[in-house]
């Protein structure tokens, strides 16, 4: 994938020009373009924010893709069996890096969910994962409406959330479908095959095929969603990577000599798989995706959609929410005043939310 | 400097550094970012204060090397007015929408004291725009046209003496709320020497006054000597002019004189190409996020605390502003619910009233009818008995007539039947 691939920006209508704004002609160079050094020296000093979070059952490789995302040691990796206990419910576990890639300094937060869908009875069992990314959505809305604000507000809502379905090589499981169908609501969800090195080519196709199915049956819409196309570029190459979702990925994090290279792969007695192969994994579409190409289209589309919608909901239904200390019981007008309708639409996007529950 | 910021803030947060055994592949992000950037185009305000037929159009078409409107303005308008105008200018791949606000009629009244009123009040209310939509439940900042201005070029007349008191008073209602660049126009009446000492007591007049002009930014390495050296140069002294005049074997931008040839681009001559430098080229970015960052938090905290909303409550209890604006909401429905039982009331006595009123006049319609009628029924009998009377008098008459007749005709048979035939005739005629 070309980094330098122009990234798609969510939601943004090409600014129309009306006849108040005529375009103007240069008769020579004036140096507006130097403007976007001046975004790239400032951009460098800010520094960039990703949160990741990975969703899935225990022993799918969760931790171990992650540290092969990024190609470091974020996770001390707990091989099951080591007297490391399941949890009983479903934990969140979030941990904080800064990596630095030539003068580029990136502040990484990776949010794992131990124990889920492990227990007998799953019910319910995204509830925990929805209420801590609306608690970060609710953490940047109340750093955005304080009066005095800071000048940077720290951005820790979950700009990507990966999805590891376990591949059984049929189709979704009911649990995936309801978590999936929840999810991508709220946050911006990329479903991968986990484990894929125990599914031959033509499996993991007919696997994909029956997963895409899946999810058109039951109206997902992941990432990278077809309403925030914006022009026919954009389109081509999404359709493209949306053809490929979900990926199928092996992750490792040790490396091995293959052919007086070193590459990072497992062993194991039939041969090495490789997981920068193409042939082998789908592991570099899913690192292009998340890193190289689409990083900022992430962020964008959660903030300029999940993050306005949650906003919208939330001070709609303010009087009816609890709040912190010195919160005063307000009874709700009487109806006939400021009747804003509960249901809305997503900012573009075709999504219900009627009967959502924070 | 900036680096070790950063490594004191994540040392506060407990966060480690990682090292990666591999090329990851983020590096491309700025470029990433740099790409959104492109696609949404790029907004610049600015703000052109000075009297009329100081130059700002020139300057702003040598600036920018276009001609952007062609018409002087007139220098009768009773008050000030700020005329802005949206433009389109594109470059290699970026896109620019250019705003243009001219101040027309500033310095040309008589009585100047409401001069630099409207200047502020159209910088609030381009802050007031985007504080609206932000606070809307329903907005959409990132297709918002941001028309917060983000530059003032102050042109200063070239006295050479020293900034007159409109300018002082005008730059320190505006220093608060907008970047302010003071520029020399015309400069080229100013001779070098005397320029030198025009700069240094502008300067010293603005730091005793207290006025704060906009600084360029000195943090960063890479640019913080330019910077830092165009600091040191303010006010620019600037000449503009898009005639092009033939020097040596080039056409350059230039204004032609009898003695000579004042050439905008040299440098020598004047400091527009520092101007262009650093307005567009060096610091257009940082002059835009100052006026998100400080100017417009400015505004936004003045206004919202003005409005009532704090982030301390009484007993220094973090107070939410939603809790202030659901207070807010439910008094002014209070308020609404009274007025309108106010009107409600005044609307029934009004009617009441009216009621009553309408009830008199008809009364007094009736009253009079009744009247009319009387007097009409009056008049009938008195007709009645007048014609009773002449009808008596008609019999009475006819009577006699009668009797008159029969005399008469006695009277004839006595005479003679010749003459009794005629008057028979005759009679006969009469009767």
Not at chain 1, 10 to 15: F, M
Not at chain 1, 292 to 300: G, N, T, V
Not at chain 1, 316 to 345: C, D, Y
Not at chain 2, 23 to 41: A, C, M, T, Y
Request: hydrophobic fraction near 35%; charged fraction near 25%; proline fraction near 5%.
């Amino acid at each position: 994938m070309d980094p330098l691939r122009r990234s798609p920006s969510p939601c943004l209508s090409s600014r129309p020009s009306s006849p108040s704004t005529p375009p103007c002609e240069m008769l020579g160079p004036v140096g507006i373009e130097a403007v976007l050094d001046q975004l790239k020296i400032k951009v460098m000093k800010m520094g960039f924010e990703f949160n990741i979070m990975v969703v899935g059952q225990s022993g799918l490789g969760k931790s171990t893709m992650v540290n092969t995302l990024f190609k470091s040691k974020v996770w001390k990796s707990n091989p099951p069996g080591l007297g490391v206990p399941t949890p009983q419910t479903l934990q969140l576990h979030s941990v904080t890096h800064v990596i630095e890639e030539k003068g580029v300094k990136l502040k990484l937060t990776v949010t794992d969910t131990p124990g889920f869908g492990d227990q007998i009875n799953n019910d319910n069992c995204w509830d925990p994962i929805l209420g801590y990314i609306n608690e970060q959505y609710e953490r940047y809305l109340q750093e955005e409406i304080l009066i005095t604000r800071q000048r940077h507000i720290p951005d820790t809502r979950v700009h990507c959330c990966v999805y590891f379905v376990p591949p059984t090589g049929h189709c979704l499981r009911p649990l995936d479908i309801e978590f999936l169908q929840r999810l991508c609501r709220t946050v911006n969800v990329v479903p991968v095959i986990a484990r894929a090195d125990s599914l031959t080519m033509e499996e993991r196709e007919a696997f994909r095929r029956r997963i895409q199915q899946n999810l058109r049956t039951h109206c997902i819409d992941v990432y990278p969603q077809m309403c925030f196309d914006e022009d026919i570029n954009d389109k081509i190459l999404n359709s493209k990577l949306r053809e490929r979702i979900p990926f199928a990925v092996v992750g490792a994090d040790q490396e091995h000599l293959v052919n007086g290279r070193c590459v990072l792969g497992r062993k194991t007695k039939w041969g090495i798989i490789e997981v920068e192969n193409m042939a082998h994994c789908e592991f570099p579409l899913l690192r292009d995706l998340l890193i190289r190409s689409h990083l900022q289209d992430l962020k964008d589309i959660t903030h300029n959609v999940h993050y306005e919608n949650y906003r919208v909901i939330r001070l709609n239904e303010s009087h009816l929410l609890p709040r912190g200390p010195g919160w005063v019981n307000l009874a709700p007008a009487s109806p006939g005043q400021l009747t804003t309708p509960r249901t809305f639409k997503a900012c573009r996007g075709a999504h219900d939310d009627s009967d959502d529950e924070f | 400097m900036a680096s070790s910021e950063v490594a004191r803030h994540l040392k506060r947060e407990n966060i480690r550094s990682l090292t990666m055994s591999g090329h990851v592949g983020f590096e491309s992000l700025p470029d990433q970012l740099v790409n959104r950037s492109i696609q949404q185009g790029f907004c610049f305000n600015i703000l052109c204060v000075g009297e009329t037929g100081i130059g700002k159009s020139t300057l702003i078409d040598t600036l920018f090397n276009t001609n952007f409107e062609d018409y002087e303005s007139s220098h009768f308008c009773p008050n000030v007015k700020l005329k802005a105008q949206t433009y389109e200018l594109q470059e290699s791949n970026v896109q620019l929408k250019l705003t243009i606000v001219n101040t027309v009629g500033f310095g040309d009244q008589i009585n100047k004291e409401e001069s630099y009123q409207p200047i502020v009040d159209y910088i609030d209310a381009q802050f007031e725009a985007y504080l609206q939509e932000e606070l809307k439940i329903k907005r959409s900042l990132f297709t918002y046209h941001d028309s917060r201005i983000h530059v003032c070029l102050y042109f200063i007349s070239p006295t050479g003496h020293s900034l007159k008191t409109l300018d002082l008073l005008t730059m320190k209602n505006l220093d608060s709320k907008v970047n302010i660049i003071p520029v020399i126009a015309k400069a080229d009446t100013v001779s070098k020497t005397e320029l030198q000492k025009f700069k240094i007591k502008l300067m010293s007049e603005l730091v005793s006054n207290g006025v704060q002009i906009y600084q360029f930014p000195t943090d960063d390495d890479t640019i913080a000597k330019v910077n830092a050296a165009m600091n040191g140069q303010l006010p620019f002294a600037v000449v503009g002019s898009m005639d092009e005049v033939k020097v040596g074997n080039k056409m350059v931008k230039a204004r032609q004189y009898p003695w000579g040839v004042v050439q905008v681009e040299n440098e020598n001559h004047c400091d527009f190409v520092k101007l262009r430098e650093m307005l567009i080229c060096t610091n257009m970015e940082d002059l835009r996020e100052q006026t998100h960052t400080r100017h417009y938090e400015l505004y936004r905290r003045c206004k919202l605390e003005e409005m009532g909303f704090t982030d301390v409550g009484p007993e220094n209890k973090p107070v939410s502003l939603q809790e202030t604006y659901e207070a807010k909401r439910h008094e002014f429905h209070g308020e609404r619910q009274r007025k309108e039982e106010e009107m409600k009331q005044m609307f029934v006595q009004r009617v009441k009233e009216k009621e009553a009123i309408l009830k008199e006049a008809e009364r007094e319609l009736q009253a009079k009818f009744e009247h009319l009628k009387r007097l009409h029924q009056e008049e009938r009998m008195k007709l009645e008995e007048k014609r009773k009377l002449l009808e008596e008098e008609i019999i009475a008459f006819s009577k006699k007539k009668a009797t008159s007749e029969i005399f008469h005709s006695q009277s004839f048979l006595a005479t003679g039947s010749n003459l009794r035939k005629d008057k028979d005739r005759k009679n006969s005629n009469f009767l």
